[in-house]
């Protein structure tokens, strides 16, 4: 499970580097997609909420690379992921596979470091500790 971990980190932390930096860079020059995965994507384009999803993509990307804070990147990284699903199942089903795949890939990391995120998965508040009043 380990190195199966590691494979994965290091994939999953390269795809979104290059996803995030292509973002800035555009040197895959995909084009526009028609229909609404289009306007939703020039919506992004022209309120430059765009740069916000590559910094995440980027900053994610490169702590999942270094293997430091990298339940951190997990986290970073998953609201991410969901909202490529969201958009490849709704609006651009095309792209489906490739998102599955990273979705796999982060569930895989995310197995590997689940002691990390215990706290979240508390059945209530006192569970864990005090509850601070």
């Known amino acids: 499970m380990k190195i199966a971990a590691l494979i994965a ?9 290059f996803f995030g ?3 800035f860079l555009n ?3 995909a084009p526009v997609p028609p229909g609404t995965a289009g306007q939703f994507m020039g919506a992004l384009f022209a309120s430059h909420y765009i ?14 690379l270094s293997g430091f804070y990298v339940p951190l990147a997990l986290t970073l990284l998953g609201p991410m992921l969901v909202n490529i699903l969201a958009f490849h199942i709704t609006m651009a089903p095309s792209g489906l596979p490739l998102a599955l795949v990273a979705t796999a890939l982060w569930f895989v990391v995310f197995v590997y470091v689940r002691s990390a995120f ?12 005090p509850i601070v009043r």
């Open 9 to 17: 980190r290091i994939v999953l932390g390269l795809a979104f580097v």
């Open 21 to 23: 930096l292509n973002i």
């Open 27 to 29: 040197f895959l020059h």
């Open 51 to 64: 740069y916000l999803i590559g910094a995440v993509q980027v900053i994610g990307g490169a702590l999942l």
């Open 118 to 129: 215990s706290g979240i998965f508390a059945k209530r508040a006192g569970s864990y500790g």
